[in-house]
Structure formats: C-alpha cells, structure tokens
C-alpha cells in the first residue's frame, strides 16, 4: 500500500474520530456520555467535545403530558368508578432517569401512571361513592408522595389532576334511581309540613276571626244597649215634661206600624181616638 494510501486512511480515521469526538445539544434537550463503568457525563445546551470512545444518549427535558382516560376504580363500599387523570413531568437526572427507565419516555409514562393508579386506588378505597365522587384533585400530602417516588426515575411530577370521575352507566342508572326516589320522599315529606303548616295557619286565622267577631258583636250588643238606654231616658223626659207631645209620638208610632206596607188597607172609624190627630191635620 502507499503512502498516499496511508495518508488518506489517516485522514479519513482523524475525521471519524473527529466527528465522534464533537456533538450539539438543543436548548430543548440534556445529553449524557458515558465511557465504560466511569461515571456519566451531563451536558447541557451547546456544542460539545468528548472522547471518541464514548456513548452518548441525548433526551428531551422539555414538560412531557400523559392522559390516562377511562381506569377502573373501586369505592369504599364497592362501588366501581371510572377515572380519568392526566399526569405532567420533565426530566431532571438524566443519569438516573437511564438507569431506571431506560432512556425510554414510554416506559418513565408507564412507571409514573402506575405510581398516581395506587394512589387514586388507595384515596378512592378510603371513602364512599358520594364523596369520591366530590373530589376532583390529589391532596398536598398525595402530591407530595408522588414526587417523591418519580424523583427516584430522575423526572420531577409537575402536576396530577383528575379530569373525570363518573359511574358506569349501568351503575349510575341504578344510582340516579336512588337519588329520584330520595328526592320524592323527601318531596313528600316537605309537601305534608307544608300542608300541616297551611292547616295551622288557616285554624289560627278561623279562631282569631270568630275572637274579633265575637268581641265586635259584644260591643255592638253594649252600644246598642247604652244607645237604646240613653233612647229611652230621652224619651221618658221628653214624656214627661209634655204628654200631649208624648201622645202624639206614641199616635205616629201606631200609624207607622199599621201603615208601614205599600199596600196595607186601614179601615177606622173617624170619631175614634187613632183618628183624632188626623182631624187635626185636615182642620188647619
């Protein structure tokens, strides 16, 4: 072989080593090097140099989402729920996060929805339906234990929320059914005070009525009677001071009273005494 050969080869080799020798990691993105059983490397954005021999994994540390719709939970009294959750996370040990996943994102997702799966089983299994059914987000202390474990895969768990809790339908038709005969009874329940309270009412208002008749009655019955008292010593002094005065009231009274009626028909003799005040009418 020549030289010219060898130098070629030379050459060729440098820029291989060369090239295996410099890589560029985005903004986006966190690489780890590693040679043999030393210790990885970390290297953030930029263009870098490392030795040949070296591998090199580049990850993406950007916030990563996973939904999860649709798992099957139970409650404390047995009753099966469907959960919908989603989960948001973003790599922060590289070296870790390869020995524990792998490098994989899929894996890292699998390992994290497992992780908040027991959590939601264990927080659902602890209370009713009715109070499951109430809740909508992880508490600080289930939060906390979460981030806990996903710190040991080298992510940092940046939010849990659950999207959805719902029943099955055929669970939740027996359940609605439940509801609708609770409501009624309670919608009887509250109609029978209603009617009880409207009777009471209405008594109250009869007996107070007939208290305000009867006292209006007894006092009209005492002004009528003080009326007629007050009538009659009136009378008895008129009467008294003069009797022809007291005849003539007395004669008009008996007219009044036999000629009250249209109609009535008064047959009397013209000498008698009913007719004297008569002939004194004509007369003037």
């Known amino acids: 072989m020549s030289a010219r050969a060898f130098i070629a080869i030379g050459i060729l080799i440098a820029v291989v080593l060369c090239w295996r020798s410099v890589f560029v990691v985005d903004e986006s993105e966190v690489a780890l090097s590693r040679i043999g059983e030393a210790p990885p490397v970390t290297y953030g954005a930029g263009l870098h140099l490392k030795s040949p ?22 409650s404390q009294d047995q009753k099966p729920l469907l959960v919908g959750f989603y989960l948001r996370w973003r790599l922060v040990d590289p070296a870790r996060y390869l020995a524990a996943t792998g490098g994989d994102e899929d894996t890292a997702a699998a390992r994290l929805a497992e992780l908040v799966r027991a959590r939601i089983r264990e927080a659902l299994a602890a209370a009713p339906l009715a109070a499951d059914i109430a809740g909508g987000r992880p508490t600080a ?9 996903a710190a040991l895969l080298g992510v940092e768990l940046v ?32 109609r029978a005070q209603g009617v009880a309270e409207a009777d009471k009412i209405r008594a109250d208002a009869d007996r107070k009525s007939a208290e305000i008749k ?3 009655t007894r006092d009209s019955q005492r002004l009528r009677g003080e009326a007629d008292a007050a ?16 005849a003539f009231s007395r004669t008009l009274q ?19 005494e009913f007719f004297k005040y008569l002939h004194s009418a004509s007369g003037r």
């Open 53 to 74: 021999f070296a591998s090199v994994r580049i990850f993406d540390r950007r916030l990563v989402t996973h939904a999860y719709a649709g798992e099957s939970f139970l």
């Open 141 to 149: 202390g289930t939060l906390d234990a979460l981030r806990a474990s």
């Open 159 to 190: 939010d849990v929320q659950l999207q959805r809790i719902e029943l099955p339908e055929e669970v939740a038709n027996a359940v609605y059914q439940r509801m609708q005969q609770s409501l009624t009874t309670q919608a009887q329940q509250l």
């Open 214 to 216: 009867a006292d209006a």
């Open 231 to 246: 009538a009659s010593a009136a009378y008895a002094r008129a009467y008294g001071t003069n009797p022809e005065f007291a």
């Open 254 to 272: 008996a007219y009044k009273s036999s000629l009250g009626r249209e109609g009535d028909v008064l047959v009397i003799s013209p000498e008698g």
